[in-house]
């Protein structure tokens, strides 16, 4: 395992509007030296705006951004010696690849010799040598985003940024990526803040996941607990599916179609309440043919992912998604009746629809 | 081309070098050259006044749109708007010679080639906003925030990255205003009556044969070395042009 | 600590309206004075007398300048629809079906850029008269040499359209609807490059309206000739014309303008897609 290094980040409580929009409400967050934080969330929550913020590319209103113990907050871009690598479109045309990488050592007034040098090792870095003298316009997207973030190690920033940097490209390029860039950023060891609004993305490559709205942070965690210990409703909502079923809050606990399961949140106050449930706690028992019941309803489609399998079945008043390995789930086609039961883990309550 | 006696001769193109064809020819060149070069730095300057402003705003419908008119506009009544603000009788004139600031002592400079060069740069910045904007409009923003994320600043910005991708439409749009220059003939003709000191003229006289004698064929021969001229111009420019859409569209 | 600094952004932002502002400001005045200068001129009075509209409201009482106002805008309309009429199938169907020629049709149409008007004149010249002595000698048959000087612009602006649809995949999903090839052209296309086909229009317009050296040295009185003849007799009622051709001309291009934006808006929505505004190539 390589030795952990880089500097540590810290946002704290940054604001920043756009007239009467609030972008950023107070968000704080801390980046430990070598960690790959992910921010998550639907677009307009404020990632991008936090990221430029660190970036320099725009100034908050209140706040600070210490980088490595210093406060950078009113430090221009130019000077933040931070490594960006923007969603599309920002390798220079009429640079080839080689010429990309070495712009950030120009500006730092490296000499030609040691600038294509160093410039050729990063490229080879990330696997793109070969393409050292191609333009832009010669390079898949895929390829370009690789040069990119070339650009941005070369010029040994403290803190490394990426602005959704896998969404303009195809899908399966998309998940080849992604790995290299947490192989490259391991390797290399340096802070990172990763902005997506891809939750798959998030959860496979960060060490902790910052799921954000309406400027605000609603849970850093690691993916595992953000997955299934979700803070809020909406995070549960955002990140993976989730079933939502009407019950009823009473006993401490929340009633779901004949059901009692414990409830995450304290203190909840009895009455009507839907329940959020992931589709792994949803299994099927057996055929439905005989018995009757809340829990019992018929397959509307098996959507097949590999070894799970994703199981809709109708319950006549909700629909519900059941996930299951898929040898059981092959058992129980379309068209089937089956019963279902709730494995009693705890889950969350929203009280609106 | 074509003799009295029909056949072909280049006796025609052996006038060219008649000394005040020669003269006409550097005139013209000149006269070209200077509001080619004026025209599109100041059309530069107006066109990236233009491409940073809200580009959906009222601003930019209007300057464009004016540009559009006027880059048309010449001939008899430019020359008479010019002598109406800036010539002898002219407001702009008289208000500045009021206050002992003569321009016109030496000579009336407005009715030869200098007034004609201050004239033709009416129809010359707006046609250079026209042809110049789009390869300003192609530059993206991500350039310069990648610039400053590698700690280049404004200046590092316009030397090595957008100096360098809008060279070519810049220098493609000062060759078509030389063309369009070169090529002008209403206005130097509304402008200067004596002389014909822009090629342009030379033709119009060859044929009409007011000044000097009816030539048709010798009409012909200017007139192919206007096409030679303006022809390798536009070659030069659309060759250019190819440049810049491949790296700003 | 943050909100001590006024923040570089901003900064930078105060910075460039200042020079917008200072470069607006300059051209508004360098182009602005000479057309209040022959407003101005067009508005004197005789000796003494106060300001007048008299110069503008005689412009009807001239019959030679208003048959040249009128020969003028037949010419325009007439040169336009043959513009659009003979470029706008051809274009497409070039795009559509022989995309090897579409250099060729390129080259043809921006060839006039390089023959300077006066030039087009010398050979045009014995043409005209021989036009003039065997078949007509209207100043309708301009229109002809128009045609040819209008090519280069308004073959850029409808490209610039054409570029900006997909017009391949629309022709394809009309033609599997069961359209015939004039409904693709005029229901599916045309409505959908409805701004460069204005531009086009526009272009031409103002282009046949100011045309002043073929008109002069084939010795045909259009509206430019006539406004310089006429400068020479009654100069203000000349200028009044020029500043009304002038309002006009610019009146008509803010309006396509307006049009464009409607329909870029409803195209945005649809495909995301942003272009430069139109009106932005000559």
């Not at chain 1, 400027?215 to 850093?220: D, F, N, P, S, T």
């Not at chain 2, 600043?153 to 030389?178: D, E, K, Q, S």
């Not at chain 3, 149409?109 to 065997?134: Q, R, S």
């Given at each position: 395992m390589t030795e952990r290094s880089g500097v540590e980040v810290r946002l704290e409580n940054l604001q920043r509007r756009y007239g009467a929009v609030v972008a950023l409400d107070g968000l704080s967050l801390t980046i430990a030296p070598g960690e790959l934080v992910a921010l998550l969330g639907p677009?307009?929550?404020g990632k991008t705006t936090a990221l430029r913020l660190l970036a320099g590319l725009e100034d908050a209103d209140g706040g600070r951004v210490v980088v490595g113990g210093n406060d950078v907050t009113g430090l221009p871009a130019n000077r933040r010696n931070v490594g960006m690598v923007f969603q599309?479109?920002?390798?220079?045309?009429?640079?080839?690849a080689w010429e990309n990488v070495a712009f950030g050592l120009q500006m730092r007034k490296v000499g030609a010799a040691e600038r294509k040098k160093r410039a050729l090792e990063t490229l080879e870095l990330v696997g793109l040598d070969r393409y050292a003298n191609r333009y832009a316009s010669q390079m898949s997207g895929g390829q370009q985003q690789r040069v990119a973030l070339a650009r941005a190690l070369a010029i040994r920033p403290q803190v490394l940024l990426l602005d959704e940097p896998l969404s303009a490209l195809d899908a399966k390029v998309r998940g080849r990526l992604r790995d290299e860039i947490r192989r490259i950023q391991l390797e290399v060891g340096i802070t990172t803040l990763f902005v997506t609004h891809d939750q798959e993305e998030a959860l496979a490559i960060a060490d902790r996941v910052g799921v954000m709205q309406s400027g605000k942070l609603e849970q850093l965690d690691s993916p595992v607990a953000v997955y299934?210990?979700?803070?809020t409703p909406f995070v549960a909502d955002f990140v993976g599916l989730t079933n939502r079923i009407p019950g009823e809050v009473k006993f401490g606990g929340v009633e779901v179609r004949g059901t009692q399961l414990p409830l995450v949140q304290k203190d909840v106050p009895a009455g009507a309440a839907i329940a959020l449930v992931r589709p792994e706690a949803v299994t099927i028992t057996g055929d439905g043919d005989a018995s009757s019941g809340p829990l019992v309803g018929t397959v509307i489609a098996v959507a097949f992912l590999g070894a799970t399998s994703r199981v809709t079945v109708d319950l006549g008043d909700i629909t519900v998604l059941a996930q299951l390995p898929t040898s059981d789930a092959a058992?129980?086609?379309?068209?089937t009746k089956v019963k279902l039961a709730l494995r009693p883990d705890p889950v969350l309550v929203d009280r609106h629809e | 081309m074509v003799d009295a006696n029909g056949s072909l001769t280049l006796v025609n193109f052996g006038h060219l070098s008649r000394e005040y064809i020669v003269k006409t020819t550097i005139n013209t060149f000149s006269i070209s050259a200077v509001t080619a070069i004026i025209g599109a730095v100041f059309g530069a300057l107006l066109a990236y006044a233009i491409s940073v402003g809200n580009p959906k705003g009222l601003l930019r419908r209007i300057t464009l749109s004016a540009s559009g008119v006027l880059a048309q506009f010449g001939g008899v009544t430019l020359a008479f708007a010019f002598i109406a603000t800036?010539?002898?009788?002219?407001f702009v004139y008289l208000w500045f010679a009021q206050h002992h600031a003569d321009f016109y002592a030496n000579s009336i400079w407005l009715f030869e080639l200098p007034g004609l060069a201050l004239v033709y740069l009416y129809f010359q910045v707006p046609l250079m906003v026209l042809v110049f904007l789009p390869a300003l409009d192609g530059i993206k923003p991500q350039w310069r925030e990648a610039t400053e994320s590698l700690g280049g600043g404004t200046w590092h910005y316009w030397r090595y990255v957008a100096g360098p991708l809008l060279a070519p439409a810049f220098l493609g749009a000062t060759l078509l205003l030389f063309a369009n220059s070169f090529s002008a003939y209403a206005t130097a003709n509304a402008l200067i009556n004596?002389?014909?000191?822009?090629l342009a003229q030379q033709i119009g006289g060859a044929l009409s044969g007011e000044v000097g004698t009816f030539e048709p064929g010798f009409a012909k021969a200017i007139a192919v070395e206007m096409v030679v001229i303006v022809t390798l111009v536009t070659v030069a420019y659309s060759l250019l042009q190819r440049r810049t859409t491949r790296w700003l569209q | 600590m943050a909100a001590v600094t006024r923040g570089i952004q901003q900064t930078r932002r105060i910075k460039l309206e200042a020079f917008r502002a200072v470069v607006f400001v300059a051209a508004g005045i360098f182009f602005l004075v000479p057309i209040g200068a022959m407003f101005e001129f067009s508005t004197r009075g005789a000796g003494d007398q106060p300001r007048t509209l008299a110069a503008w409201q005689s412009i009807g009482t001239y019959p030679d300048l208003v048959a040249a106002i009128i020969a003028s805008l037949e010419l325009a309309a007439i040169t336009t629809v043959a513009m659009l009429v003979l470029l706008v199938p051809t274009m497409v169907w070039v795009r559509l079906k022989l995309p090897r020629l579409r250099r060729i049709v390129e080259f043809i149409c921006l060839l006039p850029l390089t023959i300077p008007a006066i030039v087009l004149v010398v050979g045009l010249f014995p043409l005209y008269n021989w036009m003039g002595n065997n078949f007509s000698d209207s100043i309708l048959t301009l229109a002809f040499a128009y045609l040819v000087l209008v090519l280069p612009y308004s073959y850029r602006a409808l490209d610039v359209g054409l570029a900006a649809i997909d017009v391949k995949t629309l022709s394809e999903a009309a033609r599997s609807l069961g359209a015939s090839w004039l409904t693709v052209m005029w229901r599916v296309i045309v409505p959908n490059i409805s701004g460069a086909i204005l531009n086009a229009a526009f272009l031409s317009v103002a282009l046949v309206l100011g045309e002043y050296t073929l008109a002069n040295n084939l010795l045909y009185n259009n509206l430019q000739v006539e406004i310089a003849m006429l400068g020479r007799a009654n100069a203000g009622v000349s200028i009044a014309v020029a500043v009304a051709s002038l309002l006009f001309a610019f009146a008509v291009l803010i309006a396509i303008s307006f049009v464009g934006r409607s329909r870029r808006v409803r195209k945005e929505a649809i495909t995301g897609l942003t272009g430069p505004l139109q009106g932005a190539s000559s």
């Amino acid at each position: 395992m390589t030795e952990r290094s880089g500097v540590e980040v810290r946002l704290e409580n940054l604001q920043r509007r756009y007239g009467a929009v609030v972008a950023l409400d107070g968000l704080s967050l801390t980046i430990a030296p070598g960690e790959l934080v992910a921010l998550l969330g639907p677009s307009g929550c404020g990632k991008t705006t936090a990221l430029r913020l660190l970036a320099g590319l725009e100034d908050a209103d209140g706040g600070r951004v210490v980088v490595g113990g210093n406060d950078v907050t009113g430090l221009p871009a130019n000077r933040r010696n931070v490594g960006m690598v923007f969603q599309a479109y920002s390798l220079f045309p009429h640079m080839v690849a080689w010429e990309n990488v070495a712009f950030g050592l120009q500006m730092r007034k490296v000499g030609a010799a040691e600038r294509k040098k160093r410039a050729l090792e990063t490229l080879e870095l990330v696997g793109l040598d070969r393409y050292a003298n191609r333009y832009a316009s010669q390079m898949s997207g895929g390829q370009q985003q690789r040069v990119a973030l070339a650009r941005a190690l070369a010029i040994r920033p403290q803190v490394l940024l990426l602005d959704e940097p896998l969404s303009a490209l195809d899908a399966k390029v998309r998940g080849r990526l992604r790995d290299e860039i947490r192989r490259i950023q391991l390797e290399v060891g340096i802070t990172t803040l990763f902005v997506t609004h891809d939750q798959e993305e998030a959860l496979a490559i960060a060490d902790r996941v910052g799921v954000m709205q309406s400027g605000k942070l609603e849970q850093l965690d690691s993916p595992v607990a953000v997955y299934s210990r979700p803070a809020t409703p909406f995070v549960a909502d955002f990140v993976g599916l989730t079933n939502r079923i009407p019950g009823e809050v009473k006993f401490g606990g929340v009633e779901v179609r004949g059901t009692q399961l414990p409830l995450v949140q304290k203190d909840v106050p009895a009455g009507a309440a839907i329940a959020l449930v992931r589709p792994e706690a949803v299994t099927i028992t057996g055929d439905g043919d005989a018995s009757s019941g809340p829990l019992v309803g018929t397959v509307i489609a098996v959507a097949f992912l590999g070894a799970t399998s994703r199981v809709t079945v109708d319950l006549g008043d909700i629909t519900v998604l059941a996930q299951l390995p898929t040898s059981d789930a092959a058992e129980h086609p379309a068209g089937t009746k089956v019963k279902l039961a709730l494995r009693p883990d705890p889950v969350l309550v929203d009280r609106h629809e | 081309m074509v003799d009295a006696n029909g056949s072909l001769t280049l006796v025609n193109f052996g006038h060219l070098s008649r000394e005040y064809i020669v003269k006409t020819t550097i005139n013209t060149f000149s006269i070209s050259a200077v509001t080619a070069i004026i025209g599109a730095v100041f059309g530069a300057l107006l066109a990236y006044a233009i491409s940073v402003g809200n580009p959906k705003g009222l601003l930019r419908r209007i300057t464009l749109s004016a540009s559009g008119v006027l880059a048309q506009f010449g001939g008899v009544t430019l020359a008479f708007a010019f002598i109406a603000t800036i010539g002898p009788a002219g407001f702009v004139y008289l208000w500045f010679a009021q206050h002992h600031a003569d321009f016109y002592a030496n000579s009336i400079w407005l009715f030869e080639l200098p007034g004609l060069a201050l004239v033709y740069l009416y129809f010359q910045v707006p046609l250079m906003v026209l042809v110049f904007l789009p390869a300003l409009d192609g530059i993206k923003p991500q350039w310069r925030e990648a610039t400053e994320s590698l700690g280049g600043g404004t200046w590092h910005y316009w030397r090595y990255v957008a100096g360098p991708l809008l060279a070519p439409a810049f220098l493609g749009a000062t060759l078509l205003l030389f063309a369009n220059s070169f090529s002008a003939y209403a206005t130097a003709n509304a402008l200067i009556n004596q002389g014909q000191p822009v090629l342009a003229q030379q033709i119009g006289g060859a044929l009409s044969g007011e000044v000097g004698t009816f030539e048709p064929g010798f009409a012909k021969a200017i007139a192919v070395e206007m096409v030679v001229i303006v022809t390798l111009v536009t070659v030069a420019y659309s060759l250019l042009q190819r440049r810049t859409t491949r790296w700003l569209q | 600590m943050a909100a001590v600094t006024r923040g570089i952004q901003q900064t930078r932002r105060i910075k460039l309206e200042a020079f917008r502002a200072v470069v607006f400001v300059a051209a508004g005045i360098f182009f602005l004075v000479p057309i209040g200068a022959m407003f101005e001129f067009s508005t004197r009075g005789a000796g003494d007398q106060p300001r007048t509209l008299a110069a503008w409201q005689s412009i009807g009482t001239y019959p030679d300048l208003v048959a040249a106002i009128i020969a003028s805008l037949e010419l325009a309309a007439i040169t336009t629809v043959a513009m659009l009429v003979l470029l706008v199938p051809t274009m497409v169907w070039v795009r559509l079906k022989l995309p090897r020629l579409r250099r060729i049709v390129e080259f043809i149409c921006l060839l006039p850029l390089t023959i300077p008007a006066i030039v087009l004149v010398v050979g045009l010249f014995p043409l005209y008269n021989w036009m003039g002595n065997n078949f007509s000698d209207s100043i309708l048959t301009l229109a002809f040499a128009y045609l040819v000087l209008v090519l280069p612009y308004s073959y850029r602006a409808l490209d610039v359209g054409l570029a900006a649809i997909d017009v391949k995949t629309l022709s394809e999903a009309a033609r599997s609807l069961g359209a015939s090839w004039l409904t693709v052209m005029w229901r599916v296309i045309v409505p959908n490059i409805s701004g460069a086909i204005l531009n086009a229009a526009f272009l031409s317009v103002a282009l046949v309206l100011g045309e002043y050296t073929l008109a002069n040295n084939l010795l045909y009185n259009n509206l430019q000739v006539e406004i310089a003849m006429l400068g020479r007799a009654n100069a203000g009622v000349s200028i009044a014309v020029a500043v009304a051709s002038l309002l006009f001309a610019f009146a008509v291009l803010i309006a396509i303008s307006f049009v464009g934006r409607s329909r870029r808006v409803r195209k945005e929505a649809i495909t995301g897609l942003t272009g430069p505004l139109q009106g932005a190539s000559s």
